[in-house]
């Protein structure tokens, strides 16, 4: 698994996007990601902290920060959003899945 830091530099949404081209390219009809946003977790787990990104409760794994998180400007996404967006659009909606 890779460090946690890597998915808070712009890299990260190429990296993601790459991904997708790939799919597409093997073959594969769709792709979905897992968590696009960061996740506000209840009870149980309202205030887990561990090696998976739990900060205080809050899943940090998703392109787009949670909005009442404790990082500065949680209102705005990670550098990764702007890279996967861009890549995301270029691909065309036959490759990325929406809901």
């Known amino acids: ?3 946690e ?3 808070f530099q712009p890299d990260y949404g190429n990296y ?22 960061d996740q ?6 309202e205030k887990a902290n561990n090696s998976d990104s739990f ?10 920060k949670w909005p009442h998180d404790n990082l ?13 967006s861009m890549m995301s659009r270029y691909l065309g909606e036959e490759t990325i899945q929406k809901y």
């Open 16 to 37: 993601i996007a790459q991904c997708v081209a790939a799919f597409t390219n093997s073959g594969a009809q769709t792709s979905l990601i897992w968590l696009l946003f």
């Open 40 to 45: 506000q977790y209840v009870d149980p787990c």
């Open 55 to 64: 900060h205080n409760g809050v899943h940090r794994w998703g392109l787009a």
């Open 72 to 84: 500065s400007e949680p209102q705005n996404p990670y550098p990764a959003w702007y890279a996967f």
């Open 5 to 7: 830091n890597v998915r």
């Open 1 to 3: 698994m890779p460090d």
